[in-house]
C-alpha cells in the first residue's frame, strides 16, 4: 500500500483526487503544522451486508419433525396440566 503526505491545505483543495487514490489502495497522511494529523484509508468492503440471509447457508443440518405444525397441547397455553 502506498503512503503520501499532504497538507491541510493540499488536502482540501484536492480532496476528491484523494478519494479516489484512498479507494484504489492508497493512505494517505494528512499534515498539520508539519505534523501528522488524520489518514485517509480505503475502507475495508465486505461481500454482503451483515445479517444477510445465504440460500442454501445450514442446508442439511437442520431437521423438521414429522409434526412440527402439529397443534400444541393445552399445558402449553396454560402452563398447568388440565
Do not use: Y
Not at 499532504?6 to 479516489?20: I, P
Not at 494517505?28 to 440471509?53: F, H, M, N, Y
Amino acid at each position: 500500500m502506498a503512503v503520501i503526505s499532504v497538507t491541510a491545505k493540499e488536502a482540501e483543495n484536492q480532496l476528491q483526487d484523494l478519494l479516489l487514490r484512498a479507494e484504489q489502495g492508497e493512505e494517505i497522511i494528512i499534515t498539520r503544522d508539519g505534523k501528522p494529523s488524520a489518514r485517509l484509508v480505503p475502507l475495508e468492503t465486505k461481500s454482503k451486508p451483515s445479517g444477510q440471509r445465504c440460500f442454501g447457508q445450514h442446508r442439511g443440518p437442520v431437521v423438521m419433525s414429522d409434526d412440527f405444525d402439529a397443534e400444541l397441547p393445552e399445558v402449553f397455553w396454560l402452563g398447568k396440566e388440565s
